[in-house]
T-cell receptor, first 112, second 116 residues
Framework: QQQVKQSPQSLIVQKGGISIINCAYE??????FPWYQQFPGKGPALLIA?????SEKKEGRFTISFNKSAKQFSLHIMDSQPGDSATYFC???????????FGTGTRLKVLA | NAGVTQTPKFRILKIGQSMTLQCTQD?????MYWYRQDPGMGLKLIYY???????DKGEVPNGYNVSRSTTEDFPLRLELAAPSQTSVYFC???????????????FGQGTRLTVV
């Protein structure tokens, strides 16, 4: 069964700190790894995404690190702000398919 | 742009009742999806469509039906509601296949459904 395992389930970080969320996948050919951000009462929105031929992608304070051999990828939020408080989902797209396999989500709270 | 619009936002159903969750998008996207989100479980794909007249099952299709008569609309039908269908339902759309270059999925705000 295709799975993406995400940790931690919840995370509390001080303002200005670094938030790190990890995901791991199993023996499946995935070709796209997005991270989605979801605020309460809203639908998920794309935050940043990476392909397996790249080891790192940075957009502003958000960075994805990708380790193809370990089948792991992570989201780093630098200088975390209270406005970053949300639930974050990692996902992966099996090659040639039309769907995402989502992780179980991480609820991030950034303390002011 | 309205993006992806879902109605209703909230609904309480009794066991055995039927209802249709509406989803419409104004971005002329070919691909549309229905996901359900259960607490601590992430989002699971129910059905998807790659264009008008074409639909296919996702990971958890049992108890649901869909149709895609137009590019804009992708309604989700629950025929005999069961407590296991209590969830938050999200509709999404994308221009191309998710994962292809510069194609992201846009999500609606969700429908919170409770079956009692």
């Amino acid at each position: 069964q295709q799975q993406v395992k995400q940790s931690p389930q919840s995370l509390i970080v001080q303002k200005g700190g670094i938030s790190i969320i990890n995901c791991a996948y199993e023996n499946t050919a995935f070709d796209y790894f997005p991270w989605y951000q979801q605020f309460p009462g809203k639908g998920p929105a794309l935050l940043i995404a990476i392909r397996p031929d790249v080891s790192e992608k940075k957009e502003g304070r958000f960075t994805i690190s990708f380790n193809k051999s370990a089948k792991q990828f992570s989201l780093h939020i630098m200088d975390s702000q209270p406005g970053d408080s949300a639930t974050y989902f990692c996902a992966a797209t099996p090659s040639g398919t039309y769907k995402y396999i989502f992780g179980t989500g991480t609820r991030l709270k950034v303390l002011a | 742009n309205a993006g992806v619009t879902q109605t209703p936002k909230f609904r309480i159903l009794k066991i055995g009742q039927s209802m249709t969750l509406q989803c419409t998008q104004d971005m002329n996207h070919n691909y549309m999806y229905w996901y359900r989100q259960d607490p601590g479980m992430g989002l699971k794909l129910i059905y998807y469509s790659v264009g008008a007249g074409i639909t296919d099952k996702g990971e958890v299709p049992n108890g649901y039906n869909v149709s895609r008569s137009t590019t804009e609309d992708f309604p989700l039908r629950l025929e005999l509601a069961a407590p296991s269908q209590t969830s938050v339902y999200f509709c999404a759309s994308s221009k191309g296949r998710v994962g292809s270059l510069n194609t992201e999925a846009f999500f609606g705000q969700g429908t919170r459904l409770t079956v009692v």
